[in-house]
T-cell receptor, first 114, second 113 residues
Framework: GAGVSQSPRYKVAKRGQDVALRCDPI?????LFWYQQALGQGPEFLTY????????KSGLPSDRFFAERPEGSVSTLKIQRTQQEDSAVYLC????????????FGSGTRLTVV | DAKTTQPPSMDCAEGRAANLPCNHS???????VYWYRQIHSQGPQYIIH???NNETNEMASLIITEDRKSSTLILPHATLRDTAVYYC??????????????FGSGTQLTVLP
């Protein structure tokens, strides 16, 4: 597609429920990032994939957060046993290479945990 | 990556130039200056980046001081659709592995009719 697509656009989860957020990057893009953006704050890095390899997961806030990109294209961010503090917008970004490229972001998934 | 400092908010009249400043006094020689903006309810959008020379594209111009300790993003003819949070980011670029962007709080630019 022409841009980075994320689904669902909105998700309401009950506390303790598991959720899965999907990111379809631009076709052929090697690099893929997940960010978390709390209300009124700038996006914060969660994890980075280069093709199917997860090279950096230092930003994942707890072991309840898990991301995968098994075939080097679509990526899924999974949050287990959601808690209220997980409420945020989750953004996905992709880049065609690993060097000096601008990143293209999706519109994000707004997760609300009630 | 070097830290950046931006004013929290700015106003600009529609049709006038918007000049958004950014301080990055601890920037290293191999760090680039990137600008992104985020319109309400959308993901950040890449605007422009540069190392030490001034850069211009269809969206904006980037002016970097000679000592590289500060820069200015210029939107030459601001429109209402340019109302957004603008982020200045300094980042090392390497060919082997992409580096994440470290966002600060940015500058909320409001273009007034």
């Amino acid at each position: 597609g022409a841009g980075v697509s994320q689904s669902p656009r909105y998700k309401v989860a009950k506390r303790g429920q598991d959720v899965a957020l999907r990111c379809d990057p631009i076709s052929g893009h090697v690099s893929l990032f997940w960010y978390q953006q709390a209300l009124g704050q700038g996006p914060e890095f969660l994890t980075y994939f280069q093709n199917e390899a997860q090279l950096d997961k230092s930003g994942l806030p707890s072991d309840r957060f898990f991301a995968e990109r098994p075939e080097g294209s679509v990526s899924t961010l999974k949050i287990q046993r959601t808690q209220q503090e997980d409420s945020a917008v989750y953004l996905c970004a992709s880049s065609q290479g690993t060097g000096n490229y601008g990143y293209t972001f999706g519109s994000g998934t707004r997760l609300t945990v009630v | 990556d070097a830290k950046t400092t931006q004013p929290p908010s700015m106003d600009c009249a529609e049709g006038r130039a918007a000049n958004l400043p950014c301080n990055h006094s601890t920037i290293s020689g191999n760090e680039y200056v990137y600008w992104y903006r985020q319109i309400h309810s959308q993901g950040p959008q890449y605007i422009i980046h540069g190392l030490k020379n001034n850069e211009t594209n269809e969206m904006a111009s980037l002016i970097i001081t000679e000592d590289r300790k500060s820069s200015t993003l210029i939107l030459p003819h601001a429109t209402l659709r340019d109302t957004a949070v603008y982020y200045c980011i300094v980042r090392v670029v390497s060919s082997g592995s992409a580096r994440q962007l470290t966002f600060g709080s940015g500058t909320q630019l409001t273009v007034l009719p």
